[in-house]
């Protein structure tokens, strides 16, 4: 099959299924928690995805990536909510949706990759520590300064009523307060994670992620082969950054969640979820970053719901100090700590779960040898004799004239 006959039909198939889980989701997954945490998952998959970029691919290590997924989810916010309003209110509609998601997500991107940008200039010139340190510290600016802003207050300057707008430690629930409107639906969500799971593999496999792996190995042998550092390393950091920005937009709408944007939501702890989902599934690895998302937040649920055990409630009765939180916690840690001594490569390490085959190289066909016609030493002589060099028919056999030892100088 041709391969832009057979990119067609791929193209056209998954088209169908996010079409059909758009309209059967809430048939195959009756109840709304559940339906909730499988969404939140494939969107904590696209923060992974786009993390991979930077810490698994170009081997920097950033642990603010929650900053991002927050700028990138209150952009989308606003910006849902004001076009929700331009079309009259009322409750979502999935025809509508096509009119508020790609302005909010495309804006999300946007904005997300000027701030890493912003960011990625100046701090990128950093290495291991010093890099993770400024990242957390942008994170954390970014989260601090819309929790701590003032609302309410009559006497404040453009950037104060601007901080206030957002809702302070409160949230922002849409330019009305009555919530941001929930458009991204399965179609949205599950389309977004095919698209970012086709960039992330073409990126991983095109010269740019051939450069950006060279240097994570070896950067001063990169450079002395043309490599510029400093560009690739900005460039993936903002590429890493519109891709968080974009999972904060499907965030803030995602539908089943929460209608307010809150600044706790973004706090280190998404950071280091984001983490673990790329190192468990593999550095580098675009189906390693997919197989940690939906295994972390998966299992972070899972524990949670043992909890509703009776042998556990009975424990809890029997011990009424004991802190199931904490214990939720120490078993999801002790789960980490296990899978990285088991695999500390990550589950797949730099591999991917369908791996490109190279075409095997065409061999000639081999035949039987051709026989030698035998030659007699009359003909041979006489062919020395009469026939010249050139003349001679393929196959001749060429007799030496044997010489006893010892007698070459004579």
């Known amino acids: 099959m041709p391969r832009p006959l057979k990119r067609v039909i791929t193209a056209l198939v998954l088209l169908g299924v996010v079409v059909a889980l758009e309209f059967g989701f809430e048939t195959l997954l009756p109840d709304a928690a559940w339906r909730q945490l499988a969404l939140f998952a494939m969107v904590n998959v696209i923060a992974a995805l786009s993390l991979n970029v930077i810490n698994g691919m170009a081997g920097q290590f950033s642990i603010g990536h929650a900053g991002f997924v927050g700028i990138g989810a209150y952009t989308g916010a606003i910006v849902a909510g004001n076009l929700h309003q331009q079309l009259g209110g009322g409750d979502p509609l999935f025809g509508n949706s096509f009119l508020v998601m790609p302005p909010a997500l495309l804006a999300s991107g946007l904005v997300a990759a000027l701030f890493g940008l912003v960011v990625g200039l100046p701090s990128l010139r950093l290495r291991g520590d010093y890099l993770a340190i400024v990242t957390l510290g942008f994170a954390e600016i970014f989260r601090l300064t819309i929790a701590t802003a003032t609302t309410g207050a009559a006497d404040q300057g453009p ?149 509703g055990l009776d042998s556990v409630l009975a424990l809890k009765a029997a011990y009424p100090a004991l802190d199931l939180n904490a214990l939720r916690m120490v078993l999801y840690a002790a789960i980490l700590i296990g899978l990285m001594i088991l695999r500390p490569e990550g589950l797949f390490g730099e591999r991917e779960l369908f791996g490109r085959r190279a075409p095997r190289p065409q061999r000639a066909p081999v035949g039987p040898a051709e026989p030698v016609p035998a030659t007699t030493g009359a003909e041979a002589a006489a062919g020395r004799a009469g026939a010249p060099k050139e003349e001679r028919p393929p196959g001749t056999a060429v007799e030496r004239e044997a010489k006893p030892a010892g007698r070459e100088l004579e």
């Open 159 to 307: 950037i104060g009523k601007l901080l206030a707008a957002l809702g302070g430690p409160i949230g922002y629930a849409g330019p009305d307060d009555t919530g941001v409107p929930q458009y991204a639906g399965p179609f949205w969500i599950f389309g977004a994670v095919a698209l970012m799971t086709i960039v992330a593999w073409r990126l991983k496999f095109s010269g740019w992620g051939r450069a950006l792996r060279a240097l994570r190995e070896d950067e001063i042998a990169s450079a002395a082969v043309g490599v510029d550092p400093t560009r690739y390393k900005v460039t993936s950091f903002v590429i890493s950054a519109a891709g968080g920005g974009i999972a904060g937009g499907l965030l803030a709408s995602m539908r089943d969640g929460n209608p307010t944007i809150q600044p706790d939501q973004f706090t280190f702890n998404y950071s280091f979820d984001a983490i673990t989902m790329v190192i468990l599934g593999g550095s580098g690895s675009v189906s390693g970053s997919i197989v940690g998302g939906v295994l972390v937040t998966f299992t972070v649920k899972l524990i949670e719901q043992l909890q």
